[in-house]
């Protein structure tokens, strides 16, 4: 028996939500990214990707939409 192991980096996983869930979503990461304690750096580094990620996704999705 062969044990792989298996990189989070590697597992890709999709989301579907609807437009006010990913407003939330946005807005709960940009809460979390402001009020952040401190603790280890890449913490912040990792909620300030997600920030950018989430709002390339919702503003391509406003314009997708003509809601923009």
Same mark, same amino acid.
């Given at each position: $028996?062969?044990?792989? $192991? !298996? /990189?989070?980096?590697?597992?890709?996983? =999709?989301? !579907? @939500?609807?437009?006010p !869930?990913?407003?939330?979503?946005?807005? @709960?990461? @940009?809460?979390?990214?402001? =009020?952040?304690?401190?603790g280890?750096?890449?913490?912040?580094? /990792?909620?300030? !990707? $997600?920030?950018?990620?989430?709002?390339?996704?919702? $503003?391509? =999705?406003?314009?997708? /939409?003509?809601?923009?």
């Open positions: $028996m062969v044990f792989v $192991m !298996t /990189n989070e980096e590697d597992i890709e996983v =999709s989301i !579907t @939500c609807t437009l !869930t990913l407003r939330g979503l946005y807005d @709960c990461v @940009c809460k979390c990214y402001r =009020s952040w304690p401190g280890d750096p890449q913490e912040q580094r /990792n909620l300030e !990707t $997600m920030k950018a990620g989430l709002y390339v996704i919702l $503003m391509d =999705s406003l314009l997708e /939409n003509d809601l923009l």
